[in-house]
């Protein structure tokens, strides 16, 4: 046991010797297990260092947050598929036959997570390191930015059939019950006095659509489809960010003589709250909406995970997974296990695609890009 | 020389290293990614992005409205805690709880049940229609969302103090022939507005991010009931990151002008009575 010799400058120590008890003077002896000793007047005390603490303390916070961060490995028989709002009856139903017929095949039981939202900030997670193995979103173009990140190669709508959609919708008008105000197509949606509820197009995926409906009715009947689109926002008083939010202001709250809305929601609504106080219009031309669904390459991380999550998209395609579609009110392709009347009740109309607009990496960042053609109707420029 | 000190706390090593590394991880960092994100873009960026009327008018009605909604909480919270401490009225405990319901609430079930309230067709919205007053989808739905998340912050910050407040001092200005509105303005109010004006900050800072309640309420049509908070979320929703960082670096700026701005006041009237 060596002593500093006494002449070396004072140096103020603080230690701890037990739990509630710390003392500071000058040190004057290293222990060779960490722990200092401080002269105290007359006294000499023994105890751990205070910085030594501090890291010790420091090292626990690393290991707790490191605990809380490293989430548990996803097994291989899990699948985590992003979807947009107004899918939560569909894949409800789709993941029960899913699972059904993955253990028909001999298969263990897949445990299958869905997760529902506005289809963009589903988009946004999902770059940002939501560990979604597929998505099935709103629009092409939320897609296309996952692909941007490197998550999925940049052709991947070409992978599956029509478009990779395994189903379609379009947009239609829900009027309130004997429609008082007599709307028949979107023309009569600017006529005096009548208010148009549609979400945001800004924040909605349906709501991009609701606006490209009315632009192609515009162009088709030769108006100046800038004019009729600026004219139609004009009569709408309140702009919710998401499909399901406008609903209930039209529904629920009472506001406005018109909702425009993907034609599975407006017969959900019908459903839901009573077809005693809705009507359905279809308008004489409508937009073919494509709701696109892709295997997310970057977060596959085994072959059985791979056949998993293709086996997943795959039965969309299927004659089941077809009639289930039917059964959720979208328009799917192939109608040979699908009930009649589902099928039977979708009429007939002019359905103008994404591709007249040019697809939507061109009518994206034109329509509703910043400082774009929307954000001009309100801006005046 | 020494010096040994019995603490119930444990060391100041122990709680110094907690508390600054618990508040770089939950403040220090995040605010740090935004300014540096921000630093980014460059300031030309930054301010083309602020410098668009629609943007101007969305941070004009957040701030605005959140301004008045403090105001009002401020004076209306000091009612209720007046009320509170002084008086004794059966169910007095259920309305003191009461108070803190906004706190407990998420606020989307707050702006979905106000909505539905205020609404045209909803039970105060009704009668307000009847007179032509239009509550929900306009400035004045807003202002009463921003009102119910901010209001307990008055209340709580004001509620200790007025405990401690004894009416003999009241009485003895009124022996000395003060009027009453003398001994609120004189001997009540300087006792109050240090914590007073602690309580407005925090509703005026609570008032200003609140989105959840608000968007429910709010029309959103742009430059109308648009507030700012939905503008950084439209910007994100565009996967414009750069844009989104600019309006918050808008809006923390602002707000940390005002909250200074509240600060000073403070210390300036602390100086001026000298106490409290």
Known sequence: MTSHPRNEPLMLTTIRMSRHISAQGPKIHDHADGRVTIRDGARTLTGWPVARVIRSAIAILALSVAALGGAPQARAEALLNVSYDPTRELYRDVNAAFAKHWQDQGHPAPRIETSHGGSGSQARSVIEGLKAQVVTLALASDIDRIAQAGKLPADWQASRPHNSSPYTSTIVFLVRKGNPKAIKDWGDLVAEGVEVITPNPKTSGGARWNYLAAWAWAERNGKDPKAFVGDLFRHVPVLDSGARGATTTFAQRGIGDVLLAWENEAYLALKELGADQFDIVVPSVSILAEPPVALVEANIETPEQRALANAYLDFLYTPQGQALAFKHYYRAWDTSAAAPEDVARFPALDLVDIGHFGGWAKAQPEHFGDGGIFDQIYTGK | ?276
């Not at chain 2, 439209?234 to 989104?244: K, M, P, R, S, V």
């Open chain 2, 1 to 276: 020389m020494a010096l040994i000190q019995r603490s119930p706390m444990p060391g100041l090593g122990l709680s110094m290293g907690i508390t600054l590394t618990m508040l770089s991880i939950v403040v220090l960092a995040p605010i740090g990614a935004l300014l540096v994100q921000g630093a980014g873009f460059g300031l030309a960026g930054l301010w083309d992005t602020i410098n668009r009327p629609r943007v101007w008018a969305a941070l004009s009605l957040s701030f605005r409205l959140s301004l008045l909604a403090a105001a009002f909480n401020l004076f209306f919270g000091i009612l209720l805690a007046w009320v509170l401490v002084r008086y004794r009225f059966p169910g007095r405990r259920l309305i003191d709880a009461a108070v803190d319901l906004p706190f407990a609430l998420p606020t989307a079930v707050a702006g979905i049940a106000l909505t539905a309230l205020y609404a045209p067709n909803g039970a105060f919205g009704s009668l307000a229609r009847e007179i032509g007053w239009k509550i929900a989808y306009g400035q004045w739905g807003i202002f009463i969302a921003l009102v119910f998340v901010g209001l307990p912050f008055v209340a709580r910050t004001v509620q200790p103090v007025i405990e401690e407040i004894d009416r003999e001092v009241e009485e003895a200005s009124a022996t000395l022939g003060a009027s009453r509105a003398y001994t609120l303005r004189r001997v009540i109010w300087p006792m109050l507005m240090p914590a007073a004006l602690t309580g407005f900050a925090l509703s005026l800072a609570r008032a200003v991010g609140e989105y959840g309640s608000v968007i429910f309420i709010a029309g959103n049509i742009p430059l109308k009931t648009e507030i700012a908070p939905l503008l950084i979320v439209i910007q994100l929703e565009e996967f414009n990151y750069n844009g989104a960082t600019a309006i918050g670096l808008a809006m923390l700026t602002i707000s940390f002008a005002l909250l200074l701005a509240i600060n000073l006041i403070q210390i300036w009237s602390r100086r001026r009575i000298g106490h409290v």
